[in-house]
């Protein structure tokens, strides 16, 4: 287990207040006694090799990880001073949206209905100016207005890629979620692409707290505010990324920064 | 350098009896076909389409009621069977754990297997008798229960297929699994899931066992549910067996009118199934 030292506190407003946090997949735990608070409005990077229970911690977040079958969540996460594990899935993961490592527009809708996508499926009837405001909005906040702009009855999967992708924050971000919980999200995009969603992370901080898995090292290190490394399900660091990155605490972080395993 | 031709040889034979077994099954088709066409459709004519059967020897007689009751059993079995089939296969693809979910599957396999006269004799049982009459209703019944099975697991296969990452996108939109099911997982494989139905159809619309104990057939036109109707399948083999030269060449008619039917209804599932594979990029 992560000795104490390892994990600091950030400054500054908390938006998710974790304690011992233990997510199983049947008997084997994927995350073990996870505990730390991640700061509101930052962007937070998760690291670690493989397997390391990155992923299933912030699919606990939104509490997507127990669809899976088998799977259990033990432990408490306070969101605002109110543990999720106790409200209705369905109200958490309005607060706490969420970007796949895939693209993963909706093909039946066009880019427009697939920004509108958090409204439309639950019924949510819109005026049409609020529709289209609401699509400009999340659209340029993604970064991907100028290029849809004129293209926003098309099907969302004639887009490439990288466009996928920010149509996919767009539409997670159209319901203004509260945290924007990011798996690994250019992981499937070339170099290009990559960059400009990694600028998109950081300019959105201004306004949604960002939590990101990666397993790439620099991207950690060019986006985030502060730094987690796992390791075996368990959190073995975790503080402000300029510090973890240069003094880390523990021998294992060094060990993963310089590249030995991962 | 004698073993290589040796080799050669054999690659080329082996090559050459694949392509002609792999075109043996197409034979007696288009054979059945060109004999259906070339005997059936000299009967077409305005008469043949509109007019209701006539005594043997009197002329203009035709499959008007017949072609209404196919349609109309048609119409009423895809009523019965497509909301159950398709509520059944998203129930196996989307919440079946463990085994309540492998009994109805089995269900499912056991009853695309049951002789389609038995199905018959079901509607027989659960309409007919208890009505008192036969009845287009109980013939929908027994054919119903033919589509059932196809389209349960043709929705099954196609909502699995469906990469999981679709289910997550909605579900993390704050959705909750049934509507996620129904507005995003059904409209996205709506193509696929109307393949399965229409390829259902196409199976039940030449059935003859099954309308023999329900529909019975019916000599004029009928448009009540709850009346006995006729169907083209019934229709070639009251004609088919009969002696008469006028009949037995309407019994061509009525079969190529039913083969055009369920060729047309193969042809648009096909070209849907392809439209699914294109889409599915």
Known sequence: MGNKETIVDPRGPIIFDIRNLWAYYGEKPAVKGVTCKIPEKRVTAIMGPSGCGKTTFIRCLNRLHELSPGARVEGEIFLRGKNILEIDPVVVRRRVGMVFQKPNPFPTMTIYDNVLAGYKLLGIRLRREEADRLVEEALRKAALWDEVKDSLHKRGTYLSGGQQQRLCIARALAVKPEVLLMDEPTSALDPKSTAKIEELVVELKKTVTIVIVTHNIAQAGRVSDYAAFFYLGELVEFGPTSQLFTVPRDKRTEEFLKGKFG | ?281
Do not use: C
């Open chain 2, 1 to 281: 350098m004698r073993s290589i031709l040796w080799r050669k040889f054999k690659d080329r034979s082996a090559l050459v009896v694949i392509t002609v077994l792999a075109f043996l099954p197409a034979l007696p088709l288009f054979h059945i076909l060109y004999g259906i066409f070339r005997l059936g459709l000299p009967a077409f004519s305005w008469n043949f389409f509109t007019h209701l059967p006539t005594p043997p020897g009197e002329p203009d007689g035709g499959v008007g009621n017949a072609i209404v009751g196919t349609l109309m059993l048609s119409m009423l079995a895809s009523v019965l069977a497509i909301p159950v089939g398709i509520l059944s296969g998203v129930y196996l693809s989307e919440y079946a754990r463990g085994r309540f979910g492998e009994v109805v599957r089995v269900a499912a396999d056991v009853l695309q297997g049951v002789p389609s006269i038995v199905l018959g004799i079901v509607g027989y049982l659960w309409l007919v008798r208890p009505m008192g009459h036969f009845s287009a209703l109980s013939g929908a019944v027994a054919l119903s229960l033919m589509m059932l099975p196809v389209i349960v697991r043709s929705t099954e296969e196609i909502l699995r297929m469906l990469p999981y990452t679709l289910r997550e996108a909605s579900l993390s939109l704050g959705v909750n699994y049934w509507r996620t099911v129904i507005k995003v997982l059904i409209p996205t494989g709506l193509v696929g899931i109307t393949t399965g139905i229409l390829v259902a159809l196409s199976r039940i619309m030449g059935e003859t066992a099954p309308l023999l104990f329900t529909a019975f057939g019916n000599p004029f036109w009928n448009f009540n549910p709850l009346q006995p109707v006729d169907a083209l399948p019934l229709t070639v083999f009251k004609y088919a067996i009969s002696p008469y030269q006028d009949w037995i060449r309407q019994a061509w008619g009525a079969s190529a009118v039913l083969t055009l039917m369920v060729l047309g209804l193969n042809l648009i599932s096909r070209i849907l199934a392809r439209r699914l594979s294109g889409d599915g990029k």
